[in-house]
């Protein structure tokens, strides 16, 4: 029975937030998509939709079912995992669906805090930071997807939701749990749905989650999970554990694909190019998923090595993302592109590649669908938020490695590292 359950809206979110739960002793399981079957054993259980940015509707019946799933396994707390970085459309996903599933657990209130320190996603008098920017200077406000073009998240928030939005501010977080208690109560009476909660340190998270332990619905970052654990352990719930992230060991070839354009992934693979065999797509030159695709299946061949990965990627910058935007429509543009790279890797697995990196939260939706991967154990992690994961999916049912990276997410030589 798990005690935690979780709801996440894109598969690498799902993994960062597993691997925070991970790291506080929770053993943790990643399902993909809502399972037909029971859930799997773990303390913690994981659904990843890839609903970030559906419609609001159908984003909304995902996340009940999932929700539905949860309660039905006997999970006494339901957590809402999106984006670090808030990614939404004007339209949502992330009011309607934290609304939806406050009215489904009957409860009048949550906190929202997409705060990730260790990753330098802060947020002061509402206003979330990535690094040393704010949000809409960050390289967000030209996401594919979801380009984020306001900073203030008591606004943003509060443009997706029918219910008021409030904020929990720094000064209180600050004094902790006790006072960030009396101002949930403030908040509710105030007839607050919502609150932004301000979290600039890692202490500052695990204040808000100790002072949350008796919110049915919490929503936020995989940063807002840290101080979960602890409130089940105190309650005499869930056992120390010191192999929550323990693998079983694969063998086999080695390999990356990245389909995001986000800053960090253009350093990754700037980086690899130096050091490893590198192929960088074209997709403006060929918009066409399976010539993407048999181009990288031709060059591959040869390159495939276990002690050294190769990379291929589709990621370009801005203005080529855009060129090809305008030419195909932003969303086929995004859709040729998954496709292109979920064939790569079907064959790079078929090649016998059984340690693979994919880089970009809906390129790794894309491709762990086309692989027919079900679930994921959640191991030790490469760097924050980016654990690898052992899966046994149709296209390996022996067993894989794999790693989901968020975007943004990783050092510099992330690619590098994460086969050392
Ligand atoms: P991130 O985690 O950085 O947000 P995602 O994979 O979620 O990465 O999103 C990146 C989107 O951009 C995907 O839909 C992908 O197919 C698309 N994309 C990748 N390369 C290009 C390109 N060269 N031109 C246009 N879109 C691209």
């Known amino acids: ?3 935690l359950g979780c709801i996440a809206d894109d598969f690498t979110g799902a993994t960062d937030l597993a691997s925070t739960l991970v790291r506080q002793g929770m053993r943790a399981v990643q399902v993909i ?46 957590l809402f995992k999106y984006c670090s970085t808030f990614d939404s459309t004007e339209h949502g996903n992330i009011g309607p669906v934290a609304e939806a599933l406050l009215k489904r657990l009957d409860a009048p209130f949550a906190i929202a805090c997409p705060a990730f320190p260790t990753n330098g996603r802060t947020i002061f008098q509402g206003h979330l930071f990535v690094g040393n920017h704010v949000l809409n200077e960050s390289g967000m406000e030209n996401h594919p997807l979801t380009p984020m073009r306001d900073a203030n998240l008591v606004r943003v928030l509060g443009r997706q939701s029918e219910g008021s939005v409030g904020l929990i501010p720094f000064a209180v977080v ?23 909660a301000d979290a600039i340190t890692d202490a500052h998270l695990m204040a808000l989650g100790e002072a949350c332990a008796n919110h049915a619905l919490i929503t936020g970052g995989s940063g807002i999970a840290m101080g979960l654990p602890e409130n089940f352990r105190s309650a005499g719930l869930l056992p120390a554990r010191e192999d929550a992230g323990a693998l079983p060991e694969v063998g086999g070839l080695c390999a990356v694909i990245a389909g995001s354009c986000s800053r960090a992934t253009l350093g990754q693979i700037g980086l ?29 061949a040869g390159k495939l090595d276990a002690a050294r990965p190769i990379v291929i990627a589709a990621s370009a910058p801005p203005e080529r993302v855009a060129a090809l935007q305008q030419r195909l429509g932003r969303e086929a543009a995004g859709l040729l592109i998954e496709h292109a790279m979920a064939e790569i890797a079907a064959a790079l697995v078929q090649a016998g590649v059984r340690r693979l990196v994919i880089a970009g939260g809906e390129t790794s939706g894309a491709v762990v669908q086309r692989l027919g991967v079900h679930a994921l154990r959640i191991g030790a992690e490469i760097d924050p938020g980016v654990p690898w994961t052992h899966a046994t999916p149709d296209a390996a049912p022996e067993g894989m490695w794999l790693a989901l990276k968020s975007g943004n997410f990783g050092a510099r030589d992330f690619f590098l590292k994460a086969f050392a």
């Open 1 to 3: 029975m798990p005690l």
């Open 272 to 300: 690899a190019r130096d050091h490893v065999p590198t192929l960088e797509l074209d997709a403006l030159a060929t918009p066409d998923a399976a010539a993407l695709a048999g181009e990288a299946k031709a060059w591959m």
């Open 174 to 196: 600050e004094r902790g749990a006790g006072a960030i208690r009396a101002e949930v109560t403030r908040l509710r009476d105030a007839n607050r749905r919502f609150a932004i």
């Open 33 to 78: 998509g809502v399972p037909e079957d029971a859930l799997p054993e773990a303390d913690a259980v994981i659904i990843a939709l890839k609903s970030r940015t559906i419609p609001a509707r159908e984003a909304v019946l995902q996340s009940l079912a999932a929700c539905e799933a949860l309660l039905a396994a006997g999970a006494r707390q339901i």
